[in-house]
């Protein structure tokens, strides 16, 4: 079992970054995939990005290619979103999942433990 606690979420301007951190306890992040969801207020929970456990070449939704950057840190247990030139489309609440056992990570009902959180707003 693992627990999952985001942070680093705040209001940004368009263009502006944030880096978010999911500091992992009880298992290291090595052990699993890690991915990033987000989810708007009146959206479906959408797959960002992942970081695969026995593949360390990370994939990304169409929508942020290019602009963000998943990366893990096994000394710190700790998973990182780095997100660059935001829009405000990227408003929404991003949350970082662990699966022991993963097909393509970019599924949400593949994930087995989840973070509460963090809210990103962009302003326009």
């Known amino acids: 079992q693992v627990q999952l606690v985001e942070s680093g979420g705040g209001l940004v301007q368009a263009g502006g970054s944030l880096r978010l951190s999911c500091a992992a306890s009880g298992r290291t992040v090595s052990s699993y995939t890690m991915g990033w969801f987000r989810q708007a207020p009146t959206s479906e929970r959408e797959f960002v990005a992942v970081i695969r456990r026995t593949y360390g070449i990370p994939k990304y939704a169409d929508s942020v290619k290019g602009r963000f950057i998943i990366s893990r840190d096994d000394a710190k247990n700790t998973v990182y979103l780095q997100m660059n030139s935001l829009k405000p489309e990227d408003t929404a609440v991003y949350y970082c999942?662990?699966?022991?056992?993963?097909?393509?990570?970019?599924?949400?009902?593949?994930?087995?433990?989840w973070g509460q959180g963090t809210q990103v707003t962009v302003s326009s």
């Open positions: 999942a662990a699966a022991a056992l993963a097909l393509s990570g970019t599924d949400w009902g593949q994930y087995d433990y």
